[in-house]
């Protein structure tokens, strides 16, 4: 009978147990910040932090960019399959070359993309500082100058904002943050501009030279309209794409 | 003298009536620096104009004259551009020719192994965002000549030696003697302390895997694909030669793993669906074959085969029972446009000369009808890719065989030359490519004298009526 009584009390004690690990862990779930607060999670190094925070915004937004022809809200546009893209050559005449509506369209991009992430840039470092904040740190930022690069199979964003943390072990200063997502635009709009090239020369393009000549390239021609051309130019290797309108026609 | 004058006033007001047809179709020049839909400098009506619309041609109009426009920065030089994109894009507008402005003037960009053509600027801003040093060639002025420069350079096996080890990577001489080079090799070593002294050797044309070099690079059955190509690597991560599976039990002082060779050299090339791409991974793009992990449609190897991680895949497309090469365009079945016995499209010889007659091409009950339009069909790396030409037929499809091979275009169907033609004759017409005289009973023209299309009407005529 005894030895019945302490197998029941053993029962007990081990619901109770796993009641009180259940809740523990359903209290981690709802509340997030009590997993860093009570050191569950490693804290980021700020340069991390800011690298995951923002990696996926600006993926996102370079994606949206790239299939509007380089603009965020496209001024000059076609709609097409529910999408907005941008005109960079035009022309309403027959028989008439269009005339280029963004010249450099690499600066054009870089300066989009960096508009369309400024409000994520203040969001993750705001977050950054209330992270630190959280964890015992004293911290201070100081917003700078956000410039985005498109280079060879990447895009680089740099933020010159500086964040100031301390504990007891001392002070730490990082004035340069960043980030860099590994995408092909940079080659996607080079080779966009000659397209537009063609097209003010000849009113057309020979797509098929292109994917001749770079082999990892796809090109796709549409045309929704009269003498619109919807140019999808893909990376066969790693699916960056950048679509772009053109409305040309000439004889030259 | 009556029917004179009348005869008379009725030239003049048939010949007004027609100059207003006319000018209504040519449209009067006009100019919009903005338009209500957000197009800069563009020839449309005051009505479609948010602003400033000039009854005159934009090359009439200061702020919307086209030109060159030079970003000084870049170094990109853009034709064609409105003066006032231009200045709101930060560039700086030319009207000169492009040949004819400094800024503009294109040479070879030599960046590390590459070459690009274009603007010593644009070299500069290249280099400095790829990390490489550069050197402009002013004197190479075409860019096939530019990419010929890339290739001059040749490969062979770099040894790079510290105190404590020796390491070999197959580059160019240039990379291996190369200044600053010395950084791109600290990767490679282990045991590397900064400041202590490295020194690099070239062997040009040797691979890493040579018996007589004694470096601990052997070979492996790993291979890769590197422009195309299958390629062995060795046990160091370098490419050794392109990949022959009856070579590599070859010992490493034979000539297979000792002198860099020319794929061509190794093997023969391998066609699209072939089973020699099993054994050999001379990958021939043009053959429709290109290095890739192996696929579906790909030859399966015989053996299990270790490593047998690439191949010269497949590129070749099945479509509608037909198969075609990689890269190779036809001009694809829609309804209304010209389809033939041979199939589709306007056939035409190399000299561009149609191969069907102009009776047959030109019947406007079966072909050309109104709301058809041509599409070209062009087979890349195993998808058929859709280009469909402009629309009302403004495009047509044009085919013709080169070399085996059938390539399709859409070519500017140039209706213009048929409604401009002064006194037109039967002849006349049909002498133009894209003309062809119809008969005044044809159904298209509602007609029912045979008499040509009517385009303009002659005094004689007009004295008959």
Not at chain 2, 120 to 141: H, M, P, Q, V, Y
Request: net charge negative.
């Amino acid at each position: 009978m005894k030895i019945k009584r302490g197998k029941k009390a053993q029962l007990t004690i081990f619901i109770i147990i796993a009641i009180v690990v259940i809740a523990i862990v359903a209290l981690l779930f709802m509340f997030p910040k009590l997993r860093t607060n009570i050191g569950f999670e490693k804290l980021q190094s700020p340069e991390n932090f800011i690298q995951t925070c923002l990696e996926d915004a600006i993926k996102e937004n370079v994606e949206m960019i790239s299939k509007q022809g380089g603009s965020l809200e496209p001024s000059l546009n076609i709609l097409y399959r529910d999408e907005k893209i941008q005109y960079l050559c035009y022309t309403p005449q027959k028989y008439q070359a269009c005339v280029v509506q963004i010249p450099f369209l690499e600066k054009h991009i870089e300066e989009e993309i960096k508009n369309s992430i400024e409000e994520d840039v203040n969001f993750c470092f705001n977050s950054l500082k209330q992270t630190y904040e959280e964890r015992g740190y004293a911290a201070n930022l100081k917003k700078g100058e956000i410039v985005v690069e498109l280079l060879p199979k990447k895009i680089l964003t740099t933020m010159n904002y500086e964040f100031t943390f301390s504990k007891e072990e001392g002070t730490q200063k990082i004035g340069t943050f960043r980030v860099v997502v590994n995408n092909n635009l940079y080659e996607l709009i080079s080779i966009a501009q000659s397209i537009m090239n063609d097209e003010i020369l000849i009113g057309d393009s020979f797509e098929q030279f292109y994917m001749d000549f770079y082999t990892w390239l796809k090109v796709e021609k549409e045309r929704p309209g009269e003498d619109t051309t919807i140019y999808t130019l893909t990376d066969r290797n790693t699916q960056d794409k950048f679509k772009f309108a053109v409305q040309s026609w000439s004889f030259r | 003298m009556k029917n004179k004058i009348i005869i008379f006033l009725s030239v003049i007001f048939l010949v007004a009536t027609l100059n207003f047809i006319s000018a209504q179709g040519i449209e009067y020049p006009q100019c919009c620096p903005l338009a209500n839909n957000g197009a800069q400098c563009v020839a449309v009506p005051a009505s479609e104009c948010a602003s400033n619309f000039a009854p005159t041609s934009c090359d009439s109009v200061p702020s919307c004259q086209a030109g060159v426009c030079v970003n000084i920065q870049s170094g990109e030089c853009i034709e064609n551009t409105p003066k006032i994109v231009c200045e709101n894009s930060g560039g700086l507008f030319k009207t000169e020719a492009i040949h004819n402005i400094p800024e503009c003037q294109r040479g070879c960009c030599i960046l590390g192994q590459d070459t690009i053509f274009s603007t010593e600027i644009a070299c500069k801003e290249a280099a400095s965002k790829e990390g490489l040093n550069f050197n402009f060639r002013e004197d190479i002025t075409t860019s096939n000549a530019c990419l010929g420069l890339s290739l001059t350079d040749e490969e062979g096996a770099c040894i790079i030696k510290t105190d404590f080890e020796t390491k070999c990577k197959r580059t160019t001489g240039k990379e291996c003697g190369a200044e600053d080079s010395e950084s791109g090799f600290v990767d490679l070593l282990e045991n590397y302390v900064s400041g202590t002294s490295l020194t690099t050797e070239f062997f040009q044309g040797k691979l890493c895997t040579a018996d007589e070099l004694k470096t601990d690079c052997t070979k492996s059955e790993k291979t890769t694909c590197y422009k195309d190509d299958v390629y062995y690597l060795d046990t160091c991560g370098n490419r050794a030669n392109a990949f022959n599976s009856a070579k590599y039990n070859t010992p490493l002082n034979s000539d297979y793993w000792t002198y860099i060779q020319n794929p061509s050299d190794i093997c023969a090339p391998v066609t699209g669906g072939s089973s020699s791409a099993k054994t050999c991974g001379n990958c021939d793009y043009s053959s429709s074959t290109k290095c890739r992990s192996p696929q579906a449609e790909d030859p399966k190897p015989t053996n299990q085969q270790a490593n047998f991680e690439n191949i010269c895949g497949d590129l070749k497309c099945k479509y509608k029972g037909k198969t075609y090469q990689n890269t190779e365009s036809w001009c694809a079945q829609m309804s209304g446009t010209l389809w033939e016995e041979n199939g589709p499209g306007i056939k035409l010889d190399l000299d561009g000369n149609y191969l069907i007659s102009k009776d047959k091409m030109f019947n406007p009950e079966k072909y050309n009808l109104p709301g058809s339009e041509y599409v070209t069909q062009e087979c890349y790396e195993g998808e058929v890719l859709n280009v469909q030409c402009k629309g009302q037929r403004e495009q047509v499809c044009k085919q013709y065989e080169q070399q085996g091979r059938t390539r399709a275009v859409c070519e500017i169907n140039n209706a213009e030359s048929c409604t401009t033609l002064k006194n037109p004759t039967k002849d006349k017409c049909n002498a133009l490519d894209d003309c062809y005289w119809l008969s005044g009973s044809s159904p298209i023209i509602g007609g029912n004298k045979d008499e040509g299309a009517v385009w303009s009407i002659t005094k004689e005529e007009l004295e008959k009526e």
